[in-house]
T-cell receptor
Framework: DVKVTQSSRYLVKRTGEKVFLECVQDMDHENMFWYRQDPGLGLRLIYFSYDVKMKEKGDIPEGYSVSREKKERFSLILESASTNQTSMYLC?????????FGDGTRLSIL | RKEVEQDPGPFNVPEGATVAFNCTYSNSASQSFFWYRQDCRKEPKLLMSVYSSGNEDGRFTAQLNRASQYISLLIRDSKLSDSATYLCVVNDRAGNNRKLIWGLGTSLAVNP
């Protein structure tokens, strides 16, 4: 079974803080993704990566950056957290299809 | 028109009932299709891929209708544990240029 581990299930941060969300997978998958999920808006793709040190913007990259220094790890960075970034963040991986998700991080920005 | 549309529900059905959801997609060139299940406050989990010829996995049957651009999910003999949100996912392009389009989900509540 694919194991995708996100560093925190729940996280509370303050406006203006720099926030790091970590995602680690154990299946040597090439492709990794960061989504956020909000009521009424569904899953929206923030960034994705098809290889180490490679990153591509998704549909809503503003206010976020990512890092992929190792194949198994894909980090999402909120450069200066704002309240509208309060959301459920989901990391996913794939090799071919379909995508497999981590447990999610419920992030609250106060 | 939204790229992927689902009836949000909720569908309230008694145990043992048969229930069906549809999902329409706008891009006729869409490549592949999936149903995911998401429990409250949990991550989406793959339920099944949808193949052109239709496919079945136990009580679950998925169908693809390319002419009318929709996929369907049929659940027979509903269990309480089937209560969840069912997400339709469409793969819009081929190869590494592909894009997954997620529906907003259909909520199912199976009642005793």
């Amino acid at each position: 079974d694919v194991k995708v581990t996100q560093s925190s299930r729940y996280l509370v941060k303050r406006t203006g803080e720099k926030v790091f969300l970590e995602c680690v997978q154990d299946m040597d998958h090439e492709n990794m993704f960061w989504y956020r999920q909000d009521p009424g808006l569904g899953l929206r793709l923030i960034y994705f990566s098809y290889d180490v040190k490679m990153k591509e913007k998704g549909d809503i990259p503003e206010g976020y950056s990512v890092s992929r220094e190792k194949k198994e790890r894909f980090s999402l960075i909120l450069e200066s957290a704002s309240t509208n970034q309060t959301s459920m963040y989901l990391c996913a991986t794939e090799q071919g299809q379909p995508q497999h998700f981590g447990d999610g991080t419920r992030l609250s920005i106060l | 028109r939204k790229e992927v549309e689902q009836d949000p529900g909720p569908f309230n059905v008694p145990e043992g009932a048969t229930v069906a959801f549809n999902c329409t997609y706008s891009n006729s060139a869409s490549q592949s299709f999936f149903w995911y299940r998401q429990d409250c406050r949990k991550e989406p989990k793959l339920l099944m891929s949808v193949y052109s010829s239709g496919n079945e996995d136990g009580r679950f049957t998925a169908q693809l209708n390319r002419a009318s651009q929709y996929i369907s999910l049929l659940i027979r003999d509903s269990k309480l544990s089937d209560s969840a949100t069912y997400l339709c996912v469409v793969n819009d392009r081929a190869g590494n240029n592909r894009k997954l389009i997620w529906g907003l989900g259909t909520s199912l509540a199976v009642n005793p």
